[in-house]
T-cell receptor, first 111, second 109 residues
Framework: NAGVTQTPKFQVLKTGQSMTLQCAQDMNHNSMYWYRQDPGMGLRLIYYSASEGTTDKGEVPNGYNVSRLNKREFSLRLESAAPSQTSVYFC??????????FGQGTRLTVV | AQRVTQPEKLLSVFKGAPVELKCNYSYSGSPELFWYVQYSRQRLQLLLRHISRESIKGFTADLNKGETSFHLKKPFAQEEDSAMYYCALSEGYGQNFVFGPGTRLSVLP
């Protein structure tokens, strides 16, 4: 039972490069989320998707795009990476019961 | 807009001492409140939620709607409790989780 799986686990980008963080869940959850975790800031919501085909901005959406490809997958794209996007990124999913399940995180460094 | 605050960034206690991690929230509706824990180099995991009213690993939390608080308590801290603790609020139906900034608990021997 994999739960929520994120790829890659680590990534180093140069400023201006683009990349996509992948997330998949096998729990048949409707809601999926992308957060970034920074020291002293806790977890901040970037985007979320309440159901397949819908996405909404969270607290810090600038510089990111998302795609809810199907019920299982929710990807996060950085079109032109900036050093301010250096962070640990977490994907999560939840169902109506409310509990959110998290992936193991992606540590991204932009140089 | 909903908001979750955790006033302490770092809390250090000695093993066997009581511990209380504070959480306050602002939300106009009836939120669901959670505590998540992140041990070193592990993913976040649910510790407890207010609707279940359970005690997990000796931790309890009571929702006080009057004070809009959901403080996490444990009577006797253990070294293995050292971790990052996040208070979280959901609007319900698993939507739009909002997390507090987190409190790092350090339990000293």
């Amino acid at each position: 039972n994999a739960g929520v799986t994120q790829t890659p686990k680590f990534q180093v980008l140069k400023t201006g490069q683009s990349m996509t963080l992948q997330c998949a869940q096998d729990m048949n959850h409707n809601s999926m989320y992308w957060y970034r975790q920074d020291p002293g800031m806790g977890l901040r919501l970037i985007y979320y998707s309440a159901s397949e085909g819908t996405t909404d901005k969270g607290e810090v959406p600038n510089g990111y795009n998302v795609s809810r490809l199907n019920k299982r997958e929710f990807s996060l794209r950085l079109e032109s990476a900036a050093p301010s996007q250096t962070s640990v990124y977490f994907c999560a999913s939840s169902e109506t019961t409310g509990e959110a399940f998290f992936g193991q995180g992606t540590r991204l460094t932009v140089v | 807009a909903q908001r979750v605050t955790q006033p302490e960034k770092l809390l250090s206690v000695f093993k066997g001492a009581p511990v209380e991690l504070k959480c306050n929230y602002s939300y106009s509706g009836s939120p669901e409140l959670f505590w998540y824990v992140q041990y070193s180099r592990q993913r976040l995991q649910l510790l407890l939620r207010h609707i279940s009213r359970e005690s997990i690993k000796g931790f309890t939390a009571d929702l006080n709607k009057g004070e809009t608080s959901f403080h996490l308590k444990k009577p006797f801290a253990q070294e293995e409790d050292s971790a990052m603790y996040y208070c979280a609020l959901s609007e319900g139906y698993g939507q739009n989780f909002v997390f507090g900034p987190g409190t790092r608990l350090s339990v000293l021997p």
